[in-house]
C-alpha cells in the first residue's frame, strides 16, 4: 500500500540573518492510509510549522513531500492551485470547532462540498451520513452555539470528513475536552480512518490520549523520531 502522507528531507527556515529559525531540519515520515498517528513535542519544536507545511498553508524551503499518493511538493510546489488541493484534500480540525454560526450544524458539514461544487443533494446526503456515523444527526438542524464542545467539535470532524480527503491534519483536537470525551474523540477519529482509509495527523499534548496512538511521532527542534511504531520502541 502507498503512503497517503510522505515528507522527505522537507525543511523549513523562518527569517534571515540574525533571526533565522530552523523550524524543520529535514522531516522524514510516511503514513499511511487509515493510520491515526500521534505527534507530540514540546513548545517551539516545529508541530504547528510541521502541520502548515503538509497543509500546503505554508511553503516548506526546501524537500520533498507526496499527499493521497501524489507529489505535490519537490523543492518547490508541484501543484497549480494550492487553494483547491487545500480544500478538496485535506481536511482540517482545530483546537476548537470554528463552526459558522449562522449555519445550522447540517449546513456546516455541507459547506466545504458546495464550496467545491458539489450539487445540494449529494452534499445534503453525506452530510447526513457523516453526522449519522459520529452520532450526532439529531443536533442536524440546530446551530453550533446548541451544542456541547465534545458535540460541537464532532460536527467539526464531519466537515473535516465532508470531502472525503484522504488526509486530515489535526490540532490538539481534543484540548478542551475532558478525558472520557477526549478518549472518544480518539475513536472515532480511528473509526473514521479506518471506514474511510484517511490517514490522520493528530498534533496533542493531551497526556490521555497519547497511549492510544498506535504509532507515535515526537519532534524535537525540528526533527522528527518515530518514539513509537509497529510492535518497537524507538527511543529518541
Ligand atoms: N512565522 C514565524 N517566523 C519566525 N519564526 C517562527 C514563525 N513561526 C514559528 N517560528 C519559530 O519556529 C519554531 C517552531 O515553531 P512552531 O510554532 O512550529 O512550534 P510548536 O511545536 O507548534 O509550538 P507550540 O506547541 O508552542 O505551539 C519556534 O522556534 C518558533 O519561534
Sequence with gaps: MKPAIVMEEITKRYGKGSTTVDALRGVNMAVYPGEVIGLIGASGSGKTTLLQCLGSIIDPTAGRMEL???????NGWLIKDVRAFRRDKIGFIFQ?????????????????????????????????ELLTVLDIADKAEFKPYQLSGGQAQRVAIARA???????????EPTAPLDSQKSLM?????????????????????????????KRLYRIREGVVYEEKGEGREISA
Design 68 to 74: 493521497g499518493g501524489e507529489a505535490i511538493f519537490d
Design 161 to 171: 470528513l465532508s470531502n472525503n480527503p484522504p488526509v486530515i491534519l489535526a490540532d
Design 96 to 128: 476548537f470547532a470554528y463552526l459558522i454560526p449562522f449555519l445550522t450544524n447540517l449546513e456546516n458539514v455541507m459547506m466545504p462540498m458546495l464550496l467545491a461544487g458539489q450539487p445540494d443533494k449529494s452534499a445534503h446526503q453525506r452530510a447526513m
Design 185 to 213: 474523540v480518539v475513536d472515532l477519529l480511528n473509526k473514521l480512518a479506518n471506514q474511510y482509509g484517511t490517514a490522520i495527523i493528530v498534533v496533542t499534548h493531551d497526556e490521555v490520549i497519547i497511549p492510544t496512538f
